[in-house]
């Protein structure tokens, strides 16, 4: 049985979206007080490193929201209980990423380490003072709700719209923006059931769809998890999109 994701098209008022806010773009450069990333730094740096083990629960949906994260280490995925007892995978937290933010008080979603996960914490209201007195976090808090934005609006039209081999497609792609120092390879440790999940589709058509990309030599793979993209172009016209990396070339980097 598929399992569709439920995406909010509302970003949360500032400073961050609630539903899955995230600093992709800057990376935990920005956490480390790189350029924009002042406030952030302010917020993290003397906040003690926290292992996470495999499928160790960070927070659970409904719980009070008194912290929030930032991924230092690893990959968290982030997820809604149903009324059946099923979960929706609602997204993927990267190391540079912060997660936890609730406008309500109580966290929209459960946030799980996918493998072993390193975290550091801060209050919430610390977070809400820093951005009373860094005007800087303000610009980041309106960047990351656009980009957040942009994300939902790309998932409502590849669930909606999207074939499997388009849905795999896109996601590699977004995924190799996020996780990949060249953008051509990428460590990709959730299990196939999670990319299922997250897709809408069933394991079956997922591990398909990926078998024949890696015969076809669009993709290959090193170990279960470590993934290569051989040919950019090839897998940018099967995500459905349109892009001018040349075969062979580095995927290239957003400005």
């Known amino acids: 049985m598929q399992t569709l994701m439920t995406v909010s098209t509302t970003p949360a008022v500032f400073p961050f979206p609630a ?8 990376g935990w450069e920005a956490v480390q007080g790189g350029q924009g990333g002042q406030g952030l730094c302010v917020l993290f740096r003397e906040a003690a490193l926290e292992p996470f083990a495999v499928g160790q629960t960070v927070f659970w949906e409904g719980d009070g929201a008194e912290d929030v994260f930032t991924v230092v280490e690893g990959l968290l995925r982030l997820y809604r209980a149903l009324p059946d007892g099923r979960r929706a995978i609602t997204g993927f937290a990267c190391a540079g990423e912060i997660v936890g933010l609730a406008f309500t008080g109580r966290y929209p979603c459960s946030a ?15 977070l809400y003072s820093a951005a009373d007195q ?6 980041e808090a309106l960047a990351t709700i656009a980009r ?13 719209r999207k074939t499997a081999d388009e849905r795999v497609a896109s996601f590699i792609l977004a995924m190799a923006e996020r996780l990949g120092p060249s953008r051509r390879e990428i460590d990709l440790p959730m299990s196939r059931l999670d990319m299922a999940d ?6 079956e058509t997922v591990s398909r769809v990926l078998t024949r990309m890696q015969r076809e030599g669009v993709i290959s793979f090193r170990g279960r998890y470590h993934l290569t993209i051989e040919r950019p172009r090839s897998l940018r016209d099967l995500s459905g999109g349109t892009d001018n990396a040349e075969e062979g070339q580095p995927l290239a980097r957003a400005g």
Do not use: C
């Open 19 to 26: 539903w899955h806010p995230s600093l992709s773009q800057r």
């Open 112 to 126: 799980e380490a996918v493998g072993e996960v390193k975290l550091r914490r801060a209050s919430r209201r610390n």
């Open 134 to 139: 860094i005007p800087s976090l303000r610009f």
């Open 198 to 203: 997250y897709l809408g589709l069933t394991i």
């Open 148 to 160: 957040e934005l942009g994300r939902a609006q790309d998932q409502i039209v590849m669930l909606g």
